[in-house]
């Protein structure tokens, strides 16, 4: 493969987010091997990243930022005429635009997304749902690119996410080539909690001996984070038994008294007011902590004890991978793309349902045993080990060589 001039398509270059982090590597890489990358985005985060052998050339894209919907559109739009301006070997978008050679379906398939949302909606929110703009520009980008010839290959992280696609538009499965995510394993690891636990831990205000549970993701509502909080209060409220963990069983809540506790400590961007209230209201307000986001995402894996991801629907999970390196076991549901790499009681959980709060509080209440935490965060990261970014980066160069 001779030198290629490369676009990537990408909305928001921000230093947080999966996609992001993933198109960083991917690119890094490419610019390693001698090809020129250009990153086609309507925001980044200071100046171009600098690379082993050179930088991304990076080019602005407008959008009108009014509504969502819009904003939507009009960067499939200007993408497409700044695209069309230059000449390019590869074009690989990480969003939904009206042109690109190879999309990465990151995303998933939103079709589904809105499926899944109607099991938890009522009829009207449902209907409005549907009526939306910018859910209706976001199917017909779907659609555009699914069924309508409009990238030659589909990269999809999982195979739920593949199997999404083609029932939805009938795509060929010839066209679909499924990579899963892959992991930094250097950056994420066991060894992480000896450097960073204590720090984060102190400036998070928990304890030394508290158990933490940690929830990575944006968007809360799709992610499951009120599936979560009533989780942790329906433990909170039931009696113990004779399953209860000794770290468990005490005169408090959740610990044993003046000694451990409980605690929720939740990493990305959402609407926290609302769900800051939601844990207020339910009596679990004192055991969250909102951490925000962060390009230092390791320091929380390492601070952490339990990952949690109760999501309605993801395609593939990062989090729940870097978690899995971290040497954390994961508890999440089969609506997430990453459970098929999680072998269930052995590395973590996988729910059936996210709304299931027996299996959801049972699961975090088994975890609660700090044997049984560490042989599952032990098989999770061996597991994990399977995901190098470095095998993944190599195949998604190898889809670039063929396109």
């Not at 301006?85 to 978008?93: A, G, N, P, Q, V």
């Not at 044993?256 to 990493?267: D, H, Q, T």
Request: aromatic share 10%; charged share 30%; proline share 3%.
């Amino acid at each position: 493969m001779g030198s290629l001039k490369i676009a990537f398509i990408r909305m928001r270059y921000v230093p947080y987010g999966g996609a992001e982090n993933y198109l960083t590597i991917v690119g890094n890489e490419l610019v390693k091997k001698g090809h020129e990358v250009h990153i086609f985005s309507n925001r980044w985060k200071g100046s171009s990243p600098e690379t082993g052998s050179g930088s991304f050339i990076f080019h602005k894209v407008p959008v009108i930022k009014v509504t969502s919907f819009l904003k939507v559109l009009s960067f499939a739009i200007c993408s497409y005429i700044l695209i069309k301006k230059d000449k390019f070997d590869i074009i690989l978008s990480f969003d939904r635009v009206l042109y690109q050679d190879i999309y990465r379906a990151g995303d998933g398939c939103h079709r589904e997304w809105l499926e899944k949302r109607k099991v938890k909606e009522s009829p009207l929110k449902t209907f409005l749902t549907m009526i939306n703009p910018f859910h209706r520009t976001i199917l017909y980008l779907e659609r555009r690119i699914y069924q309508r010839n409009g990238c030659r290959r589909i990269i999809a992280n999982s195979f739920k996410g593949r199997d999404d696609i083609v029932r939805y538009y009938k795509t060929p499965d010839e066209k679909i080539i499924v990579i899963y995510n892959g992991v930094d394993l250097n950056r994420f690891r066991p060894s992480n909690r000896d450097i960073y636990r204590e720090e984060v831990r102190r400036n998070c205000r928990i304890g030394e001996n508290d158990i933490v549970i940690l929830f990575v993701g944006s968007g809360f509502e799709r992610k499951g984070l009120a599936f979560l909080f009533n989780g942790v209060k329906l433990i909170k409220s039931r009696p113990q038994t004779p399953d209860t963990p000794a770290s468990l069983r005490s005169t408090g809540s959740y610990g044993e008294a003046g000694r451990a506790g409980l605690k929720i400590l939740v990493v990305g961007k959402g609407d926290y007011n609302y769900y800051k209230k939601m844990c207020r209201d339910i009596g679990i307000g004192e055991d969250v902590i909102f951490a925000g986001t962060t390009d230092m995402i390791e320091k929380f894996y390492a601070a952490s004890d339990i990952f949690v991801l109760p999501t309605i629907y993801d395609p593939f999970s990062n989090a729940c991978l870097e978690a899995m390196a971290s040497g954390l076991p994961v508890v999440t549901t089969r609506n997430n793309g990453v459970s098929e790499i999680i072998k269930d009681s052995e590395n973590g959980f996988v729910l059936d349902d996210p709304a299931d709060m027996d299996a959801l509080s049972h699961s975090i209440k088994l975890l609660m045993d700090e044997g049984l935490r560490k042989a599952m965060g032990k098989k999770a990261r061996e597991k994990a080990e399977e995901f190098s970014i470095e095998d993944t980066v190599s195949k998604m160069v190898g889809i670039c060589g063929e396109a």
